[in-house]
């Protein structure tokens, strides 16, 4: 006669079953879902969060490594862009922003609603550029192009990225052009086109 089974043990055998099944799931789900991902797209997303915290070395390293696998990846030029705009290289800045722009407007299709939204930011941050160095009647023409191309996307932070980037009241596009136009259209002697507690406020647009 076969002696019946330890309650004690057929419980834990069913512990360690579940427990085994789940982390067996949850591993399979990882690597389902890292690889789906469109090529590049990790690097992307490890260069973003060193964006966000201050390491654009790291964050341009990250950048240029998804572009090297997947050259012409619209968030890994931005981000690389950003990266340059933040550490203050504007002639690489400059181009990079140019280079997205130029490559947006061959490529993009009418249903393209990310798209739209991150080339308006390239413009946006591009007249940013602009704007940082002087080059005021060039700033306006890339605010006025982002407004014509998507305006709902450059409408400011949400109430997370206010308490991130820690500007309430940031410096808008359409404010900043308008303030611009104005100040452009008077005599020389008499503009004044920089603020600072103002233009302290503006910030950088990244749609991905």
């Known amino acids: 006669m076969k002696r019946a089974p330890n309650p004690q043990v057929v419980r834990r055998f069913i512990v360690l079953m579940a427990v085994a099944t789940f982390v067996m799931f949850s591993f399979w789900a990882l690597v389902k879902n890292f ?27 990250r950048f240029t490594a998804a572009l090297g696998i997947m050259p012409n990846h619209r968030g890994a030029l931005m981000g690389r862009a950003l990266a340059y705009l933040q550490t203050a290289r504007n002639t690489e800045a400059e181009a990079e922003f140019t280079y997205l722009i130029d490559y947006l407007k061959k490529s993009l299709e009418a249903d393209d609603i990310t798209g739209f939204a991150l080339h308006a930011a390239a413009h946006t941050n591009r007249g940013i550029l602009y704007d940082r160095t002087g080059r005021y009647e060039k700033a306006l023409a890339d605010y006025i192009a982002a407004l014509k191309i998507d305006e709902e ?4 932070p949400n109430l997370l990225e206010k308490v991130i980037y820690g500007t309430p009241r940031p410096a808008l596009v359409r404010g900043r052009a308008i303030y611009l136009q104005k100040q452009l259209a008077l005599p020389e002697d008499q503009r004044l086109m920089r603020v600072p507690e103002k233009d302290a406020d503006q910030r950088m647009y990244k749609p991905f």
């Open 153 to 156: 996307a450059l409408r400011g």
């Open 35 to 61: 690889n789906s991902d469109p090529p590049g797209d990790f690097e992307v997303r490890e260069g973003d969060i060193r964006l966000g915290n201050g390491r654009y070395e790291k964050a341009l390293e």
